[in-house]
């Protein structure tokens, strides 16, 4: 089994910081493409940054210049650094990891969901 644990978002004002991370656990040889989603009330879900395991990087041109992924291959860890947030950043963040298991199994795992409110 693997457990995903994300952590860090919460209430922001326009302009402010946050930083999320997601954490993966239990039967992991390796992890792939790590990524964040998002999905603002009322629209779809969008895929908001991504990165390799040698650390190529892409991001939604709607925070491109703004937020920053990042990752540790040690912890098994995915990190988002979001600055200068807006309103429309607003949603609920998922992470999404391409894991190679023990024992051979590849599989897409998905975070919980975190809130990430922006607002004055």
């Known amino acids: 089994q693997v457990q995903l644990v994300e952590s860090g978002g919460g209430l922001v004002q326009p302009g402010g910081s946050l930083r999320l991370s997601c954490a993966a656990s239990?039967?992991?040889?390796?992890?792939?493409?790590m990524g964040w989603y998002r999905q603002p009330p009322g629209k779809q879900r969008e895929l908001v940054a991504a990165?390799?395991?040698?650390?190529?990087?892409n991001y939604a041109d709607s925070v491109k210049g703004r937020f920053t992924i990042s990752r540790d291959n040690a912890k098994n860890t995915v990190y988002l650094q979001m600055q200068s947030l807006k309103p429309e950043d607003t949603a609920v963040y998922h992470c999404?990891?391409?894991?190679?298991?023990?024992?051979?199994?590849?599989?897409?795992?998905w975070g919980q969901g975190i809130q990430v409110t922006v607002s004055s």
């Open positions: 999404n990891l391409d894991i190679l298991r023990i024992g051979g199994t590849r599989s897409n795992s």
């Open positions: 239990g039967s992991i040889l390796s992890i792939y493409t």
């Open positions: 990165i390799t395991r040698n650390g190529n990087t």
